[in-house]
């Protein structure tokens, strides 16, 4: 049974290709947006990974993550993010604890699969 992972981003084309290369390795779950994720969280519960991107409409990464964690603390949060993103708030995020990981876009998808492998494993 493969572990459930949930991709949150603004971008569909982004979310088609994660869901086509991880797939194989995780169950994923793909939200289009921060208000479809908390949607998703609250009718079908905790996800083990959260994955979000940093830049979308009305509410960024970083504060999606942060209100995820704050609810269900045993979630590991990875977000991808722009060099730029990292300095207003990811790396305070990733100090915090909050953070498992920050990930640089656009990110290999294998990349990506060792990242989430990684959150799973330090569950």
């Not at 569909?12 to 479809?36: C, M, Y």
């Not at 009718?43 to 979308?56: K, Y």
């Not at 045993?74 to 990292?86: N, P, Q, S, V, Y």
């Amino acid at each position: 049974m493969n572990e459930r992972v949930l991709f949150v981003d603004d971008e569909e084309s982004i979310l088609k290709g994660i869901k086509l290369n991880l797939g194989r390795t995780f169950d994923v779950t793909i939200a289009n947006g921060p208000e479809e994720a908390i949607e998703i969280i609250n009718e079908q519960g905790t996800f083990p990974v959260v994955v979000s991107d940093m830049r979308m409409p009305k509410v960024d990464g970083a504060t999606l993550l942060r209100t995820i964690k704050e609810h269900n603390p045993d979630t590991m949060c990875i977000l991808l993010t722009g060099h730029a993103d990292f300095e207003f708030g990811g790396a305070e995020a990733l100090q915090s604890g909050m953070l498992f990981k920050i990930l640089n876009k656009p990110c290999p998808p294998e990349k990506l699969k060792v990242a989430v492998q990684a959150a799973l494993d330090a569950r």
